[in-house]
């Protein structure tokens, strides 16, 4: 009986693919496929790897079959991806049960190399090889010189070892200066000086591609690789082979190539060369997220904060570890941070050629969460939580990740603090709604001044309510309730801040700190 290697890896007990389902304490696409889930089968020879029924299969074929195990079980095909289920994810499944290459196509911040790194995931956990093989080679159909002398010699005592999927997969990132022997591979000067001849095979020193046999191969930015070294890939992507200088070698090489490509490099700064570009079978177009919703949920998952297991949300206490204080974030904070970037990729004031990166949403949601915390370390609070007055702190972090147009100079922070308003406005006019607005603003008499900013404690807050009491219920309905004095100063901050921007309230600002007072 002739088994194929899936089959022969359950008998032996190994898993074949990581589920971010066996690991739910762990965040979005923190799963690492390098991880050894098992050991590898206890096989040493080739004869006993004949006797055990292994049979080999292409590996676009066994990415095909555990892509359909995945698919048919409802799991997706691949791991910490948001927001493209019913766009990028069907056209890669068709890609992948179709065998074809690929290219995925999308601006910055597209979650394309996340995208192709969690490919590593539909390879089998072990695969076996002929043992020191530079190429990963198949001990039952061998291409290299040393593999094919090795079977010669040894027969069913060829040595095998197993190679983990994440040595089986690799990647690019496409330069300028990538040269042929990078990719395919270039006589060894010091193999010469040992005593080969330069007609020796073994006198090859293998690039990239060829280490990469049997497995998956990534080119990152493959436009910004020089015309004459995409020359070198045809023959990877449609006769699967590989011809190195100086040698009439030919190895056909079992490998699936996948890669990536910014839309404005695609056009303008590089090219793909077109047959290149017909040996792919699918050009996969990515996306930002489409929703503030997917946006946030990608930033609480990939973003770095200090001591995760201490960051909660609103309404939940959070507490220190190791004297450094527990983070809160409200719902209504996380969300303009979120909005912001949506805003961004829709304003006429940024390039959008350039694109608006997710990693802008990520890196400002920490900057918040950070700027809260120096707060909170300086007035000795035991809560770290956002409020309006740290948005003025995310101008460091937005400026480096867009590219504002403008004709006057100097205007930069200027729209990034108008983005930020408009930000907040949204998420106020979706979340707050008075009973009675009159009533909220005839509480602001001509005496009557409110002082807020990114340095004062949350006690500092605490009279607010006292001296306004129609406040309160708006602020119990943004806390869900909650009296928790940080989250408590962080709604009046964000009501304050959005009656100023509906036209309720005069608002006079230097910096992080502000004055709120009535319009008569």
Not at 96 to 106: E, K, M, P, R
Not at 435 to 463: I, K, M, N, R, W
């Amino acid at each position: 009986m002739v088994l194929h290697h899936g089959i022969l890896q359950r008998r032996l007990g190994s898993m074949t693919m990581p589920d971010s389902s066996d690991h739910p304490e762990a965040p979005l696409g923190a799963l690492d496929l390098s991880t050894r889930l098992t050991p590898p089968p206890d096989i040493t020879t080739l004869g006993r790897l004949r006797q055990a029924g292994w049979s080999s299969i292409p590996v676009a074929e066994e990415i095909r079959r555990n892509a359909s195990a995945r698919i048919a079980a409802g799991q997706p095909l691949v791991s910490g991806v948001l927001g493209f289920e019913d766009t990028v994810l069907p056209q890669l499944e068709n890609a992948v049960l179709a065998g074809h290459d690929v290219i995925l196509l999308g601006e910055r911040g597209q979650a394309k190399t996340r995208i192709i790194r969690s490919m590593v995931g539909l390879l089998d956990e072990w695969l076996p090889i002929v043992a020191h093989s530079e190429i990963n080679d198949d001990p039952f159909h061998p291409i290299s010189r040393f593999a094919k002398d090795l079977l010669a010699e040894a027969g069913d005592d060829l040595p095998v070892s197993w190679a983990h999927r994440s040595d089986r997969y690799g990647e690019k990132l496409a330069t300028p200066d990538t040269s042929i022997a990078d990719l395919i591979g270039e006589v060894d000067p010091i193999r010469v000086a040992e005593g080969r001849y330069l007609s020796d095979e073994l006198t090859i020193h293998y690039g990239l591609v060829p280490r990469l046999n049997r497995g998956i191969f990534a080119v990152n930015e493959l436009p910004d690789l020089a015309e004459r070294i995409q020359v070198g890939l045809l023959n990877v992507l449609e006769e699967r082979d590989v011809q190195i200088r100086g040698h009439r070698v030919r190895l056909p090489l079992d490998i699936v190539l996948v890669a990536t490509a910014n839309p404005e490099d695609y056009t303008n700064r590089g090219r793909i060369i077109t047959p290149l570009k017909d040996r792919f079978g699918a050009q996969i177009r990515t996306h930002y997220p489409p929703d503030a919703a997917t946006e946030l949920r990608i930033a609480e998952s990939e973003a770095h904060l200090p001591g995760r297991s201490d960051v909660g949300r609103a309404g939940g206490g959070a507490n220190g570890i190791s004297g450094r204080p527990g983070v809160v974030m409200p719902e209504f904070m996380a969300e303009v941070v979120a909005e912001l970037s949506q805003l961004a990729r829709e304003s006429p004031h940024v390039n959008q050629r350039s694109g608006v990166s997710v990693r802008l949403t990520i890196a400002n949601y920490e900057t918040l969460v950070a700027n809260a915390t120096r707060r909170a370390l300086r007035n000795g609070e035991s809560e770290a939580v956002p409020r309006i007055s740290d948005l003025q702190s995310l101008i460091s972090s937005t400026q480096g990740k867009v590219e504002i147009e403008s004709l006057e100079e100097g205007r930069e922070e200027t729209i990034l603090s108008h983005l930020v308003s408009a930000a907040v406005l949204l998420v106020f006019r979706r979340r707050v709604v008075f009973a009675d607005p009159q009533a909220v603003v005839g509480a602001f008499t001509a005496d009557t001044v409110v002082h807020a900013g990114d340095d004062l404690p949350a006690s500092a807050y605490e009279g607010i309510l006292v001296q306004l009491p129609a406040l309160s219920a708006p602020v119990l309905a943004l806390t869900r309730g909650s009296e928790d004095p940080g989250v408590v100063s962080s709604a009046v901050e964000f009501l304050l801040e959005g009656l100023h921007l509906t036209k309720r309230l005069n608002k006079e600002a230097a910096g992080a700190r502000a004055t709120y007072r009535g319009r008569g």
